[in-house]
């Protein structure tokens, strides 16, 4: 990408998007076009149209999104499939259509099977079943990669997409009942201290194995790829190192400083056992990651306390 290129992210209020936009800034890059969802909302096809034929951008980072924990997806997934597709395919088409030079659509992880070997490969993908929580969710994430895919193939457009893993960092949402884990294991943490609660409980066994990825980290896996790697094949994007909900639990409970007692609800569902990205594809690319967990979540409780504060006034 040329440092004056018009460059539209798509989703630039939320982590992912905002990280983009600071890694953009960061390397040089001049002409970054962002409009929030009042301004423009993805969903309503007549109004990206319009978007994309006045403004003409040449790259798009396509990272917004309607994302949830295991909670929000069971109780939503009507919601989660018609968002998120609806808004994907109308920033996607509406690129084809106004000749973007080069798209990059972000996924997530739970587009593999539940029971995909692990780690994770690009190959795996709709080989068996996927996981019932997060179903609704994975099926709009694998047709905007596929759609993307198809469009290189019928009509030669340069369209990449990428798989990130678990993601944490600044702008990330703490909401009690939208969050991810790792967040939402910050707020609990949190509150508990500051309420002098004697025990914190986690729902499932604690066994589950997660791979997280610092969110900035992310965001330059993003830039660099953009431009250098071409391919219909997505690319995983994560550290490959991978800790259980119980270790992770024990960490944020360090970082936060809470002091009582840690406690695992069986009787609530775990989610999928095992979920480790294959990243050797990312790293033959020439990018590897940098931020450990613990240093990541360090940075992440001082965005949460900052977002508190901000709340507050």
Same mark, same amino acid.
């Given at each position: 990408?040329?440092?004056?290129?018009?460059?539209? @992210?798509?989703?630039?209020?939320?982590?992912?998007?905002?990280?983009?936009?600071?890694?953009?800034?960061?390397?040089?890059?001049?002409?970054?076009?962002?409009?929030?969802?009042?301004?423009?909302?993805?969903?309503?096809?007549?109004?990206?149209?319009?978007?994309?034929?006045?403004?003409?951008?040449?790259?798009?980072?396509?990272?917004?999104?309607?994302?949830?924990?295991?909670?929000?997806?069971?109780?939503?997934?009507?919601?989660?499939?018609?968002?998120?597709?609806?808004?994907?395919?109308?920033?996607?088409?509406?690129?084809?259509?106004?000749?973007?030079?080069?798209?990059?659509?972000?996924?997530?992880?739970?587009?593999?099977?539940?029971?995909?070997?692990?780690?994770?490969?690009?190959?795996?993908?709709?080989?068996?079943?996927?996981?019932?929580?997060?179903?609704?969710?994975?099926?709009?994430?694998?047709?905007?990669?596929?759609?993307?895919?198809?469009?290189?193939?019928?009509?030669?457009?340069?369209?990449?997409? @990428?798989?990130?893993?678990?993601?944490?960092?600044?702008?990330?949402?703490?909401?009690?009942?939208?969050?991810?884990?790792?967040?939402?294991?910050?707020?609990?943490?949190?509150?508990?201290?500051?309420?002098?609660?004697?025990?914190?409980? *986690? #729902?499932?066994?604690?066994?589950?194995?997660?791979?997280?990825?610092?969110?900035?980290?992310?965001?330059?896996?993003?830039?660099?790829?953009?431009?250098?790697?071409?391919?219909?094949?997505?690319?995983?994007?994560?550290?490959?190192?991978?800790?259980?909900?119980?270790?992770?639990?024990?960490?944020?409970?360090?970082?936060?400083?809470?002091?009582?007692?840690?406690?695992?609800?069986?009787?609530?569902?775990?989610?999928?056992?095992?979920?480790?990205?294959?990243?050797?594809?990312?790293?033959?690319?020439? #990018?590897?990651?940098?931020?450990?967990?613990?240093?990541? *979540?360090?940075?992440?409780?001082?965005?949460?306390?900052?977002?508190?504060?901000?709340?507050?006034?």
């Amino acid at each position: 990408m040329e440092k004056n290129a018009k460059i539209y @992210v798509a989703g630039h209020r939320g982590m992912v998007g905002s990280a983009i936009v600071r890694e953009l800034q960061k390397k040089g890059y001049t002409n970054i076009i962002t409009r929030t969802s009042k301004e423009l909302d993805l969903r309503r096809q007549e109004q990206v149209e319009a978007f994309f034929e006045a403004e003409q951008p040449e790259y798009v980072f396509l990272a917004a999104a309607k994302v949830g924990g295991i909670m929000a997806n069971s109780k939503h997934p009507a919601d989660f499939m018609y968002d998120n597709m609806i808004l994907e395919m109308n920033v996607i088409h509406s690129a084809y259509e106004n000749k973007v030079k080069k798209l990059m659509f972000l996924g997530s992880s739970c587009i593999y099977p539940r029971m995909a070997p692990q780690p994770m490969p690009e190959s795996c993908l709709l080989t068996s079943a996927l996981e019932q929580t997060n179903e609704a969710y994975a099926l709009a994430k694998i047709s905007g990669l596929k759609y993307c895919e198809y469009l290189n193939k019928q009509y030669g457009t340069d369209y990449i997409s @990428v798989m990130p893993t678990n993601l944490y960092g600044p702008n990330d949402n703490y909401h009690p009942e939208h969050s991810h884990v790792l967040p939402a294991l910050i707020r609990r943490f949190h509150e508990a201290k500051e309420n002098k609660l004697e025990e914190v409980v *986690i #729902w499932g066994t604690g066994t589950p194995l997660r791979e997280f990825l610092y969110v900035d980290d992310l965001a330059e896996a993003c830039v660099y790829l953009i431009n250098n790697y071409s391919g219909s094949e997505t690319v995983n994007l994560g550290t490959g190192k991978e800790v259980t909900i119980k270790e992770l639990a024990e960490i944020v409970k360090d970082v936060v400083g809470y002091e009582g007692k840690l406690t695992f609800d069986t009787t609530k569902p775990d989610g999928t056992p095992r979920k480790l990205l294959d990243v050797s594809k990312l790293e033959e690319l020439g #990018w590897k990651y940098h931020t450990e967990l613990k240093d990541g *979540i360090k940075l992440a409780y001082e965005d949460f306390l900052h977002s508190k504060i901000r709340a507050e006034r």
